[in-house]
């Protein structure tokens, strides 16, 4: 059981550049997250999508996009990479009275 | 607008020496609060869900309570593996189940 994939684990951008984070889940939860952890900031949410086929912002939206492609898979995309977004960024699932599982993260350099 | 704030940042402990982490909260209506363990390099993993105050629970050495205005993670006699940043989170009732909103965390070392 493999919980929640992300690929890939380590990326390095040059500022302008695109990128889309891959995100899977194999427990069948229905709500998955997208959170970015900086140091000294905590885990702070980018997107969510409540069930398949609905996604909605979250505390830290802006310069990314995403995608409930199906149950499963969940991505994140960066149009245009600024320096900013130079994190780690976690993948998340739950279902709807459960703790949340999160995936071993992207860490992101932006350069 | 919800604030969870952790305390120590930071704390050594001797193996065998119990503690408590502190973690506390203002949010317009508790619908849960969470406790995560992250080892370096990887995800939180998921330790505790408490929703009431007075609510307790215990895994191991770790025993999380819950008050009105605080939770504690007491870690009772601990181990070296149990050295990691440990993560409180609560959701309110006005976002539902869609959003944790996480503090900073506490590094814990722990001695042999």
């Known amino acids: 059981n493999a919980g929640v994939t992300q690929t890939p684990k380590f990326q390095v951008l040059k500022t302008g550049q695109s990128m889309t984070l891959q995100c899977a889940q194999d427990?069948?939860?229905?709500?998955m997250y997208w959170y970015r952890q900086d140091p000294g900031m905590g885990l702070r949410l980018i997107y969510y999508s409540a069930s398949e086929g609905t996604t909605d912002k979250g505390e830290v939206p802006n310069g990314y996009n995403v995608s409930r492609l199906n149950k499963r898979e969940f991505s994140l995309r960066l149009e245009s990479a600024a320096p900013s977004q130079t994190s780690v960024y976690f993948c998340a699932s739950s279902d709807r009275d459960s703790g949340y599982t999160f995936g071993s993260g992207t860490r992101l350099t932006v350069v | 607008e919800d604030q969870v704030t952790q305390s120590p940042e930071a704390l050594r402990l001797q193996e065998g020496e119990s503690s408590s982490l502190n973690c506390s909260y203002t949010v317009s209506g508790l619908r849960g609060l969470f406790w995560y363990r992250q080892d370096p390099g990887k995800g939180p993993e998921f330790l505790f869900t408490?929703?009431?105050a007075g609510e307790e629970k215990e895994k191991e050495r770790l025993k999380a309570t819950l008050t009105k205005k605080e939770s504690f993670l007491h870690i009772t006699a601990p181990k070296p593996e149990d050295s990691a940043t440990y993560l409180c989170a609560v959701q309110a009732v006005a976002t539902g189940a869609n959003n944790l909103f996480f503090g900073t965390g506490t590094r814990l070392t722990v001695i042999p």
């Open positions: 427990m069948n939860h229905n709500s």
């Open positions: 408490l929703y009431s």
